[in-house]
């Protein structure tokens, strides 16, 4: 099994930052792309940033020039840069990763518990 523990949201005003972390653990696995999704209230969850083991980027477009992903894969961990926030940024975010563990016999999806994100004045 492989775990997904976030942490950095919290509540920031419209135009501010926040910086998510997502930390992959587990023994014998193997982390392919890893990714970050949000939902906010009666709305489904849509993919907000993804990036390839090798470094490949891709945003949803309302983010786009706002939002950086980044990922240590030294450390297992992902990273969602969030600056110049708007209210409708507001979401619980949860972290994604394609892993494979040992006697798989593929790679599947694993999910963060999610951390929310309130943009607020």
């Known amino acids: 099994q492989v775990q997904l523990v976030e942490s950095g949201g919290g509540l920031v005003q419209p135009g501010g930052s926040l910086r998510l972390s997502c930390a992959a653990s587990?023994?014998?696995?193997?982390?392919?792309?890893m990714g970050w999704y949000r939902q906010a209230p009666e709305k489904q969850r849509e993919l907000v940033a993804g990036i390839t083991v090798g470094g490949a980027t891709n945003y949803t477009d309302s983010v786009k020039g706002r939002f950086t992903i980044s990922r240590d894969n030294a450390k297992n961990t992902v990273y969602l840069q969030m600056n110049s926030q708007k209210p409708e940024d507001t979401a619980v975010y949860y972290c994604?990763?394609?892993?494979?563990?040992?006697?798989?016999?593929?790679?599947?999806?694993?999910w963060g518990q999610g951390t929310q994100v309130t943009v607020s004045s």
């Open positions: 994604n990763a394609d892993a494979w563990t040992v006697g798989s016999r593929r790679f599947r999806d694993y």
């Open positions: 587990g023994s014998g696995f193997m982390i392919n792309a």
